[in-house]
T-cell receptor, first 111, second 112 residues
Framework: TQLLEQSPQFLSIQEGENLTVYCNSS?????LQWYRQEPGEGPVLLVT?????EVKKLKRLTFQFGDARKDSSLHITAAQPGDTGLYLC???????????FGTGTRLKVLA | NAGVMQNPRHLVRRRGQEARLRCSPM?????VYWYRQLPEEGLKFMVY????????ESGMPKERFSAEFPKEGPSILRIQQVVRGDSAAYFC??????????FGPGTRLTVL
């Protein structure tokens, strides 16, 4: 069974702090996506990374895909209350168009 | 995500009834995924469909669950003889040429 483990599972921080969320697997993925989900809504795509070692920046968010394409991280600089939500990573199983989702990290940023 | 429509948003069924969940993908997209999400958990893959074709249904229970995506009209996820354990949020995602999924707002199914 292919699994994507995310850590931490829960994170509560003060506004202005930095944080990193990790997404790890023993499987190799052809691409990996990060989503944010608000209560009562569907996940919204933040970024897709495809190449091993790739780094993408989206304003205060930095995404990295591991060299071996088995893991990824999401770093948020100077977190704001608007960053609060459930963060999900999803890996595309090579050659299948099938995605498995991580267990999720629930982030709360306190003002 | 704007563009992917799901209805109903909330559905209440009694045990033994049927549930029909609909998903209209973004314009021009001919592939959809269905996922199930339990509270405080990530999404679990159920089925991947192309118009008039099931590509991968390995995540869908063999009994009571079926999915279709006809040439015309929305994709339908059908759950027969629902049980309490079917209570969850069901999301569909529309899939584009660049291998990106765009999710609908979900249908929250409650089985009494």
């Amino acid at each position: 069974t292919q699994l994507l483990e995310q850590s931490p599972q829960f994170l509560s921080i003060q506004e202005g702090e930095n944080l990193t969320v990790y997404c790890n697997s023993s499987s190799v993925f052809s691409s990996l996506q990060w989503y944010r989900q608000e209560p009562g809504e569907g996940p919204v795509l933040l970024v897709t990374v495809v190449t091993g070692g790739e780094v993408k920046k989206l304003k205060r968010l930095t995404f990295q895909f591991g060299d071996a394409r088995k893991d990824s991280s999401l770093h948020i600089t100077a977190a704001q209350p608007g960053d609060t939500g459930l963060y999900l990573c999803a890996g595309e199983i090579s050659g299948t168009y099938k995605y498995i989702f991580g267990t999720g990290t629930r982030l709360k940023v306190l003002a | 995500n704007a563009g992917v429509m799901q209805n109903p948003r909330h559905l209440v069924r009694r045990r033994g009834q049927e549930a029909r969940l609909r998903c209209s993908p973004m314009k021009g997209h001919s592939h959809v995924y269905w996922y199930r999400q339990l509270p405080e958990e990530g999404l679990k893959f159920m089925v991947y469909l192309q118009k008039e074709n099931i590509i991968d249904e390995s995540g869908m229970p063999k009994e009571r669950f079926s999915a279709e995506f006809p040439k015309e009209g929305p994709s339908i996820l059908r759950i027969q003889q629902v049980v309490r354990g079917d209570s969850a949020a069901y999301f569909c995602a529309s899939f584009d040429y660049y291998n990106e999924q765009f999710f609908g707002p979900g249908t929250r199914l409650t089985v009494l």
